[in-house]
């Protein structure tokens, strides 16, 4: 058997997006969304410090999508990478190193090494031993934050962080001008680079081994090595998303580490839809959204109503809202080539 009929004979899920050929251009539609985030900067001045925050959330969704909807590794622990970016950071401001992107570059490293140590017993095992595995890594080092409050700060979280101005010359001021375009030039930045690993040999041998992993190793790919690899990735980049909170808030809460934040990351991967890449900031920016203005109006069961919007979204749209999305343009497209045939 050929690769190009082992290949086409790996069975798609039909909760994912099928597997297409890479492609680098941008489409218009890509434009205008990169340039959303200069037009909310002059709309809503005041809600700086919260759209920094959705991309930060955005960021660290896109992380999860790389390691679940592309090489389908499922995690409930994944902010266990995003609160060693965090405290990474943190712990360098306070003890005198307040340089923003070198902060942010050893929080990543910090964060992919850990995923590299813990990749090896991720990758061994199947669905519920990876949830098991993941959410087990995530608890003990939540416990040893919270025992080590002397580093940490504990439940009390970590205070003084001072950043120093980035690049010399942007103060971070209270109005979250310095961190909004810090974050969105992180988010870009990684965005492009995980987009273009998606669209590489390796993104489309990372489907090939979430739909057919058996199969795989018939055309010469070493799964293992292929999956430590995005493990280790998506580490490094939820790394890069804590360190960033850390930055931007000047502050480290113990939570930053705990199953509440890998839940919600689940959450938004949900309703943005995943293996798609934008459906992870798509998904954060409607969870921080919602979650503000329901939380504005009833703050104690705010939760109730994002969970009833979560199950409309699934019962209506499978694949998240993109996949909706597609759905209806399918639809009009259908609808299209009918009335042209009777045309």
């Given amino acids: 058997m050929t690769k190009s009929t082992l290949l086409s004979s790996l069975s798609i899920s039909d909760k994912l997006p099928a597997p297409r050929v890479p492609n680098a251009s941008w489409t218009k539609y890509e434009i205008i969304f990169w340039l959303l985030p200069f037009v909310a900067f002059f709309l809503f001045k005041g809600y700086l410090v919260l759209a920094s925050q959705i991309m930060i959330l955005g960021l660290f969704a896109l992380s999860l999508d790389l390691i679940l909807g592309y090489a389908g590794i499922v995690s409930l622990g994944h902010a266990a990478f995003f609160g060693l970016g965090a405290y990474t950071a943190g712990l360098l401001s306070v003890h005198g190193w307040g340089e923003p992107i070198s902060g942010m570059l050893l929080g990543a490293i910090v964060a992919a090494i850990f995923g590299f140590l813990t990749s090896f017993l991720v990758v061994r095992g199947h669905d519920l031993t990876r949830l098991m595995v993941t959410l087990g890594i ?18 009390d979280g970590l205070w003084g962080i001072q950043m120093w101005k980035l690049l010399g010359i942007f103060e971070f001021d209270l109005q979250g001008q310095t961190g909004f375009f810090y974050s969105f030039a992180v988010l870009f930045i990684v965005f492009v680079l995980v987009r273009r690993i ?55 809460g113990l939570d930053s580490l705990g199953f509440i934040r890998s839940a919600d990351l689940l959450i938004i991967l949900v309703l943005g839809g995943t293996g798609r890449l934008y459906g992870a900031l798509i998904g954060a920016l409607v969870f921080m959204i919602a979650q503000d203005q329901i939380a504005n109006v009833n703050p104690v069961y705010w939760q109730f109503w994002i969970g009833l919007f979560l199950v409309i979204i699934v019962m209506v749209g499978r694949g998240g809202i993109l996949g909706a999305v597609d759905a209806w343009r399918e639809r009009r497209r259908a609808r299209a080539t009918n009335a042209g045939g009777r045309a």
């Fill in 138 to 155: 995530c608890l003990m080092l939540y416990e040893v934050a919270n025992k080590a409050a002397f580093i940490t700060g504990g439940v």
């Fill in 198 to 252: 998606a669209r590489s040999t390796f993104g489309l041998s990372l489907i090939g081994i979430r739909e057919g992993g058996k199969r795989m190793p018939a055309i010469g790919a070493n799964i293992n090595r292929r999956l430590i690899a995005v493990y280790t990735l998506g580490a490094g980049i939820a790394g890069i998303a804590g360190a960033l909170l850390a930055q931007t808030t000047q502050f480290v």
